[in-house]
């Protein structure tokens, strides 16, 4: 295992000098909006908010496998290093070990998010000058006055812009701004998951496809009991769907947080609760980025929530 403080500083690192946590430029990093319909840039109804989430995955892949051949080699405690060069470095270098594919195919699901949400008639604006990462890898691995700093910098830019309501597409971005931004910085937002705007008219009978079992995200069901949520999407387009013995609030981790300082303890996770997928023998459906990319990598067959509710509301 890494020193965790080795990874802590880096992350703050970036996060403080490019506002997120690869060090990447904003206008490498958040793409997605420039392909995507259906929103406006003109101020409306509620902000969407997609944390970074969805974009950081393609990333964070890339730097897991950098980090797993490190791990337990004598290369390990020099990544202690890396954090004195320059963000806009390192970020470049990582840029160019990210999957373009990766990139395209999780943009793809904010693409479909949004048209969601403008099928379902939700009033909602985008601005990517407005759409910044959270800073919750920063609590999680106990930065506290990063994650404070930088949860303020949010917190003033959106009050300046005047931004009350927010629409959320992640478990991890959502708890921030509901829970944390509160604690720490005073900050109150009415914040509500995409998936609580969307409405529809439902089928008039079943669909006939078999069942999906349900992963649900930790902070989604132990953290803001938001599980049911996603159940009421399913169970409106008439979509059959299984629960594992550990779900809802009892939900299980995956183990993706765990990959930012050990590869190894994430595997070890992750193993448990793919485990726990396959006993259902059903197609695993998510709604958190990090899960999807983690439960893939365990060679499930997943897919996320956004992309399931799509192809039936086409």
Not at 66 to 79: C, D, H, N, T, V
Not at 175 to 185: C, I, Q, R, S, V
């Amino acid at each position: 295992m890494f020193n965790p403080q080795d990874i802590i500083d880096l992350l703050a690192a970036n996060v403080r000098q490019t506002r997120n946590p690869f060090g990447v430029p904003a206008s490498k990093f958040n793409t997605w909006w420039k392909d995507a319909g259906g929103f406006t840039r003109r101020p409306g109804d509620a902000l969407l908010f997609t944390g970074l989430m969805y974009q950081a995955i393609p990333y964070i892949e890339a730097t897991t496998r950098y980090l797993e051949r490190l791990e337990g080699s004598s290369w390990a405690g020099y990544l202690r290093y890396s954090r004195f060069l320059p963000a806009s470095l390192r970020g470049r270098g990582l840029a160019a070990l990210t999957s373009a594919a990766g990139k395209k195919k999780f943009n793809g699901i904010l693409h479909t998010i949004c048209r969601l949400l403008k099928k379902s008639g939700a009033g909602f604006f985008y601005h990517p000058e407005m759409d910044f990462y959270s800073g919750i890898l920063l609590y999680d691995l106990g930065d506290q006055d990063g994650f404070i700093k930088h949860a303020q910098f949010v917190d003033k830019t959106l009050k300046l812009h005047g931004v009350s309501k927010i629409i959320t597409v992640d478990p991890h971005t959502t708890y921030a701004l509901k829970e944390l931004y509160p604690k720490y910085t005073g900050a109150t937002f009415e914040v509500q998951p995409y998936f609580s705007q969307l409405q529809f008219q439902a089928p008039a009978a079943g669909n006939g496809k078999p069942p999906v079992v349900l992963h649900d995200p930790c902070l989604y069901g132990r953290y803001l009991q938001l599980s049911e949520g996603p159940r009421r999407v399913l169970k409106n387009l008439n979509l059959e769907y299984v629960d594992v013995r550990n779900c809802g609030e009892f939900t299980s981790c995956c183990g993706g947080p765990a990959e930012s300082v050990s590869p190894a303890l994430n595997r070890e996770i992750l193993a448990r609760r793919a485990g726990e997928l396959k006993a259902a023998a059903a197609p695993v459906v998510t709604f958190c980025p990090i899960c999807l990319a983690n439960l893939l990598k365990a060679g499930l067959p997943v897919e996320d929530l956004a992309s399931l509710v799509g192809r039936h509301m086409a």
